[in-house]
């Protein structure tokens, strides 16, 4: 299906752990980002990509790593989860010019 | 830097009630873009509208309109006659004319229609 997929939808997971949220889509759009939604603080942008191999740090970047070796996917990973991290992250991508599409979020809990 | 505020952190109104939304932004560019999206308890953040920075016009669209005043700063968004199904968080965000055009998000606006 085209679109912007999310995956896992829910994750628990361990303080200290490792968790990587995946993030892909079907366009080929060349801009992509991840965002972070906390009460409070309406959504964060954590980072974002201008291409394959661009990446940038957004507004709250700290305890996050992502790549992007491919066009289409964009991963995020929290080297070693903490429960600050708890929260829903969205992925989105954007062509030139073109408006933003999100993806459906992943609802990460970390204990 | 820019930032959009939404003041309103939660607005309770009864059906067929008009409401509106606040949404007060900072930028300097000269160049940019608006947008409201709705997040309704699903989750899933749904498009509403986008406005870009040379365009004061008023729009409606059905039982939605936004009010654009760039003297005010403002992109205030009123729902007519409210109805059960706009319950929802509603979150105003702007857009620079940087290389990324990284999309700037206020805090959001929960409103809650009841019967």
């Known amino acids: 299906d085209a679109g912007i997929t999310q995956s896992p939808r829910y994750k628990i997971t361990e303080t200290g752990r490792q968790v990587t949220l995946m993030c892909h889509q079907t366009w080929s759009h060349s801009y992509m980002f991840w965002y972070r939604q906390d009460l409070g603080h309406g959504l964060r942008l954590i980072y974002y990509s201008a291409a394959a191999d661009i990446t940038d740090k957004g507004e709250v970047p700290d305890g996050y790593v992502v790549s992007r070796s491919k066009t289409e996917n964009f991963p995020l990973t929290l080297e070693s989860a903490t429960r600050s991290q708890t929260s829903v992250y969205f992925c989105?991508?954007?062509?030139?010019?073109?408006?933003?599409?999100f993806g459906s979020g992943t609802r990460l809990t970390v204990v | 830097a820019q930032k959009v505020t939404q003041a309103q952190t939660e607005i309770s109104v009864v059906e067929k009630e008009d409401v509106t939304l606040d949404c007060v932004y900072e930028t300097r560019d000269t160049t940019y873009y608006l947008f409201w999206y709705k997040q309704p308890p699903s989750g899933e953040l749904v498009f509403l509208i986008r406005r870009n920075s040379f365009d004061e016009q008023n729009e409606i669209s059905g039982r939605y309109s936004w009010n654009f005043q760039k003297s005010t700063s403002s992109f205030n968004f009123t729902i007519t006659a409210s109805q059960v199904v706009d319950s929802a968080v509603y979150f105003c965000a702007l857009k620079n004319t940087g290389t990324a055009s990284k999309l700037t998000f206020g805090t959001g606006t929960r409103l809650q229609v009841t019967l």
């Open positions: 989105a991508s954007r062509a030139t010019g073109g408006g933003y599409t």
